[in-house]
């Protein structure tokens, strides 16, 4: 991260490292953009399923099952293929038998986290 015309980064006594405004900030200015660590399905997607991949609402009547983890919240074979899915939960959901259990929504708030804890254990090996 490094200084913009928007901030300064700056070291305060009694806070540490911070961002302080360079200039007088107009609302909605974007300050700040970056990349997120970790993308998940929020947790109101339960009753208009989202698709875990890309995140396009999608009937959970009509949705696509995976045929590695049985996992139905996705779009499409695509999606289903998709790193986002296979490279982060698909191998755990797998050995859950995910679709065995009662509603595919109720896994959504532990996908999120099930990827950030992924990205930790990929960050220590
Ligand atoms: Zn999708
Ligand atoms: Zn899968």
């Known amino acids: ?32 953009e ?8 929020e947790e109101f997607s339960y009753e208009n399923g989202v698709c875990v991949a890309c995140y396009r609402q999608i009937d959970a009547a009509a949705s696509f099952q995976c045929d590695e983890c049985g996992f139905e919240l996705l779009c ?4 289903a293929k998709s790193a986002v899915h296979v490279e982060n939960e698909c191998a755990i959901l797998k050995t859950l038998k995910a679709s065995s259990l009662p509603q595919p929504t109720s896994l959504l708030p532990c996908l999120l986290c099930i990827r950030i804890l992924l990205l930790q254990v990929r960050q220590n090996t």
């Not at 970056?34 to 399905?41: E, H, I, K, R, W």
């Open 76 to 79: 499409s074979v695509e999606c």
């Open 1 to 32: 991260m490094s200084d913009s015309d928007a901030y300064r980064i700056c070291h305060r006594d009694g806070v540490g490292r911070c961002l302080v405004a360079a200039r007088d900030l107009e609302p909605l200015d974007v300050i700040l």
């Open 34 to 41: 970056d990349t997120p660590a970790a993308v998940g399905p």
